[in-house]
Each structure stands twice: as structure tokens, then as C-alpha cells.
DNA sequence: TCAATCCGTATC
DNA sequence: ATACGGATTGAC
């Protein structure tokens, strides 16, 4: 088509400053394909510009620009040059490079498009987690280091030793292989179980090692700050402390960016992180890791509310990387990799788990008042509180798992404890208030006929969840002992040898030098009736992370878990078999029809507005909707009340149809200015 | 018949 | 948001 690049200035129409300054277009690839950060569904797609002669040598793809859209200055990133447009109207000029630094690479571009149709979002969306916010005075200090110094760092990133690294990975069936392909440049894939206290930063260092060996590079993902200061050692050790930056959300701007920065332009080849490191611009990639997938922090709470995992699973399919999949425990998304012949399995012989694992015993919550006090005092039951007293006379630290308080309050059979499900949809029920018949979470029938699948009781009631109990409390139980704690609040990282009693809600238990003596997992129940799906893998991966901080059984390590032996992830955790736990779960999702065998979406607003939204979906076929709703979360005052309707489609091979039909509709809703505004969630957190 | 105004739609 | 085109309305 022609390009019309100097309409005459119509009567009634203001001169653009563009063709009122007379500017001329680049004499080669004059076409700028922008991504603009426009909020608005409907406008989810690249526009054209003309690039004026004067900006030729600064608009280079990837950098940042502002363009005149619908009348306004608008931010955006510049995609591509090409030499001509296939738009029908008149092309406006880019008005600004704001930098040409390319952030944006097309690595990254591909990676934001293709997490954004994942997850029925916009690009603008993800590109906002993806790059970070400019910092003017970050990019000037901070030039390229030249080619010289460049080459000398990969020089002595390849001259590593290689059987440094093979041996301990030689404990897992497949793990030199998975390394020794690594080395080679190929996309190897594994989905890694670690053993009972593995040293797992230096695992994940040594995978890194090898791919940088082969050339390429690597983007690890770790779910907090704490976590990743073990990985940055590790990594400092195997790799050498100036060839990786570290990402994390604790960075000032300029930090960040600076960092960024190392890596978009290759001064690094390696980026460790937490879940927005997933996007970093790294060159030549060659595999993505992630440790413990199960961890919450990994789901980003922005909208497209990505996950970690989800994201570097497609960045290694796009550019053909390799993927490592580790963890302690594990999710049923990783087991379904495995299932699926996508990854393969790396995991240690039975009996080298049997010889690193603590003794695991599992007490019921027989509290025996007449012969412990002491233990009374703290309710604990007998065998714990003997445990610990005994493993404290040795001079070992115990650690004691408590969960924190305030989980959703669910329903379970009164008999068995056995969380109560929907007859209709399997749906998880709950109580709105005390005198309420519960209801479905999902769909919201009412569940007056209630009978428990496992023991056919039929009544009801409502879990008290949560853990008043305290660290005072449980340091009276042990006069003279010293009583350590970390939590939300206060984080410890590491505690030192020597008897301490050591209270931690989970994900904040300290690594004991030399290892805790005795491991006690208290209150339980507030892990195993939590209103989820996945109340039973994330109570076994709680409880495999505090027990794999244990010594192994042969050097005297104890766990004491208060809880009912006959559960499937209790009988997980004596066994030491998150596999086998992941499996099963995995088969009861796919038999009700639940996520990651299924795909669901959840949409949420004003009822009208998601109504409308699910009558203009054209929504693949098999798809259930369940609900509507009402949102249990405090309303603001003034608002409409909000409801929430769940999409579910039986195959995940319909998944990106179905995201594909949410933002249409959003989009038609968008174009429309339809009243009320919804949200649209792929992989809804209330499923979890 | 024409111009002022309204409304729907595209925004490069 | 704002800008445009086509439809609509109202005065001549």
C-alpha cells in the first residue's frame, strides 16, 4: 500500500507539530511498530508510526518512546523497524525516543505476548512487570564494559572443572545426564526432587556452571529474599561473584535498574531473582530454573497475575532452553511435566532418601496432663514435648513449625476431618456465617445433604484454623532453655549449634548449623482443612521444608508430626515420597475435573458487568461455568456488590481458546465503555 | 438544504 | 481521553 506521509492539513483539523515542523521520515525501515501503554483491552495491539529522519539513529528496537495516541502523549516501547506498514490511514510520527537503550528485547517482547494470551491480559500489562521503571542517572553511569574485559569473564566461566560438579549430582538417577546435556548447549528438562537436607543452592549453582559452559545463560527463580542470598553465595562460589546479577523487589530504582541493565546489554549472562527476574533479558539463554514452584510467592499479585513457573516453562519453549524444575517437595504442576513426558524426572535411589531422612513419627493430639505438666502447659502432646526435651539434653537446636493464624476458615466432616466438597462441582463448601447452611465456594449450591466421601458422616463444622499458640508458651514447657523465633516480623536465616528451642511459622525455619536434632510439626489440622485444592501438597511441602533441616535418622534427627498417620500426606512425609503424594493428587484433580488437568478462569465484578462479559464470550466448547458468587471480601462502602463466576474447561488443551474468549469479550466491553469493571483471571488464586 | 449537534467508534 | 464520520435534528 502507499504511504500517505504528508496528508494536507484539512479545514477544521488542528496541524500536527509533526507536519507543521516538516519532518521527514528515516531514509531506511521508516515504519516503528510500537507497543504502547494504553490500559485499554480493546487497543492490545501494535501500532505504526513513521520514524523522522532525526530519530533514525536513536529508534532502535527495544528502546523506549513516546508517540501521540488518540490525542495524548503516550509511553511505549518500539518493537520493530520495518520498511512499510500495512495500516490504511494516515501514519503519525514517533514524537520522542525517551532513551535509546533497547530494554525491550524481542526475546522478551515474544515472552510478555505470549504470557499476556496465557493469562487473557494485555502486553502493557506484563511489560510493566517485565521491565523495569527507567532510571536516567542509572543508565549514564553505567556504560557497556568493553569487549576486552567481556571475553576474559567468559573465559573463566568456561575453565571451571567439570567432575566438581558431576558427583553430587551423581546421587540422583538422571542428574549427570540432565548436567552433562546442559554442558553440551541442549534443552535438557528435569523436574529435580532434592534429597533430606541437600545443599540445593549449590545444585542449582552447578546446573548454571554447566550452562554457562556451553556458552549460554541461565535465569533462576527463587520465592524470597532469603532464599536468594543463599543462591547469590552458592552461585558466587561455583560461577565467581561478578558473572550473575541479583533481582529481587527490595532493590531501590536505581539499583535495579543498574542491574537490569547488566544483563540486557550482556555484561551478565546469568540472572538469579525473585518472580519478576523470570523476564530478565538474558542473551543466549540456556535454561531456566526455579526452586520450590509450591511457594505462593511465585504468583505475581499483578494483573496478569503471571506465574513464575508458567512463565519460564514458555520462555524455555520459546527459545529453546533448558528447564530445571527443583524443589524439596512437589507441586502437581511439576508432576504433571514429569507425567507428560515434557521433563524428565531426576530423583535419588529410595534408599539414599532413607539414609539422609530423619526418623518421622506421627502422634495424635493425646495430651497426657497427669504424667507431663510441663507439656500440658504448652499442648503439646507427650512423645513431642519428650522428643524435644530429650534432643535439648543433647545439646542438639528443635525446631518447632507453627502455622500462622488466619487461613479461610472451611468446613469438614465432623467424624473424620475430611474437608467437605461440593455434590455438584466438588467445589470446596464454607460457612458465610454461623447459622448458615454451607455453601459451595465455586458455584455456590447449598449443601444441606451433606455426606463425607470417606467415613459417610453427615454433619458438618466449621475448622477453627490458625495457631494461638505462642512462643512463650512453648518456651515455659522448657524452663532454661533459649527460645528463638522467626516469622513474618523477623526473619532468621540461620541459628548456630547448641540447644535452642526455635519456633518458625512456615517458610521462615532457620538452617541449624550441623542441623536441628529434633523437627516438631505442630497443629497441623490449621495446614490440612485449608478451603483449597491444594491444602494437601502445600501441608506436605511445609512440612518436608522444616523436616529436611533435620539430621538424618542414623545421627539421632527426629520429626514428630501431631497429626492422624493415615492421611495420604502424612503417610507422604513418613515415607519421604512427595512423587507419590504429587501423583495421587494429580489423578483425583484430573478425575473431578480440577486444575492443572483442567484449565479454569475466574471473572469477578459488579454481577451486571460479569454477566455481560459471559454473554458476549464466545467460550470453547465444554466449557462449565459455575457461580455466580457473591465475593466474600469486604465490599468498600458505595461499591456494588461483587460476584465471581468460574470458567472451567475439562481439557487444558482448550486452555488458550478459553483465555482467548475472555479478552475478546473484555475487549468488546473495553471498545463498548461498558459500565463496571471486571477481572479476568486465568489460574485464579481462590483455587489454590 | 444546510449547519449544528449527537452518537458510535477508532485511536497508527 | 479525543477526534472523527455518519446520522439526526431543527431552522430557513
Redesign the pocket.
Known sequence: MVLELFPEP?A???RTPASRTGREPAASRPIAR?ALDVP?V??D??????VPAELDAAAVPGCRVR??????LVDGYLLDRVAS?E???????VEKVVSPEPVLTPEVARLARAVADRYAGTLADVLRLAVPPRHARAEAATRPVDLGLRDAVDDRTTSLSPRSTAEEWGAYQGGVEFLAALRRGEPARAVLTVLPGEDWPARLAEAVASTIHSGRGAVLVVPDARDLERLESALATAIGADVFVALHNALGPAERYRRFLRASRGDVRVVVGTRAAAFAPVRGLGLVAIWDDGDDLHAEPRAPYPHALQVLLTRSQLEGAGALVAAGSRSVEAQLLVQTRWAQEVTAPRDAVRARAPAVTPVGDDIDRARDEAAATARLPSLAWRTARDTLAGGAPVLVQVPRRGYVPSVSCVECHTPARCGRCAGPLELRSAHAVAACRWCGRPSADFACPRCGGRRLRASIVGSGRTAEELGRAFPGVAVRTSGRDSILSTVEEGPALVVATPGAEPVAAGGYGAVLLLDTWALLTRADLRATEEALRRWLAAATLARPASSGGRVVVVADGALAPVQALLRWDPAGLAARELAERRELGFPPAARMASVTGPAAAVADLLALAELPEGAVTLGPVPVGRPQPSESEPEERVLVRVANRSAGPALASALHAAAGVR????SEGTVRVQVDPRELW
Request: net charge positive; no cysteine; proline share 3%.
Open positions: 484539512r477544521g483539523r488542528r510500537l485499554l480493546h487497543l495491539r501494535p501500532f505504526d508510526y513513521v508517540a501521540r495516541f488518540a490525542g495524548r506498514s495500516h490504511e490511514g494516515t501514519l503519525a510520527f473495553s471498545a463498548r465503555k
